[in-house]
């Protein structure tokens, strides 16, 4: 028995889409991985802001990368971007205050240093 043509035409045509579904599977897991991989990133190099905050916020990050890591569905996908976000910012905010708090001593610290005269 021989395939029509019409037949060879529809198992290419099947072969050609189970060929882009392979590769666009491909493609979104290397951007879950890449995605993952930022967020251990922002873990790993945080500015150290105050034990209390950095622990903290490290422990939410890890908590997003395990929840997008066991279930990578869309809704968790765009869930977790508005979860990072609003992380970033909540310690952007605790390290700009942890900083600012420390540039205050520091100046306050500087004006009651002794000044040598000037020459």
């Given at each position: 028995m021989t395939c029509t043509r019409a037949e060879t035409r529809g198992m290419i045509s099947l072969r050609k889409s189970l060929t882009e579904l392979d590769?666009?599977?491909s493609r979104f897991r290397t951007s879950l991985n890449c995605y993952l991989g930022a967020i251990a990133s922002i873990e790993e190099h945080l500015p150290e802001a105050g034990k209390e905050a950095v622990a903290e916020h490290r422990q939410k990050l890890k908590l997003i990368r395990k929840c997008v890591a066991d279930d990578p569905a869309v809704s968790k996908l765009e869930d977790s971007r508005l979860e990072l976000e609003e992380q970033c910012r909540w310690y952007a905010e605790r390290a700009n205050n942890h900083f600012r708090l420390k540039e205050e001593?520091?100046?306050e610290s500087w004006k009651s240093w002794p000044r040598r005269p000037a020459l």
């Open positions: 590769d666009l599977d001593r520091f100046s």
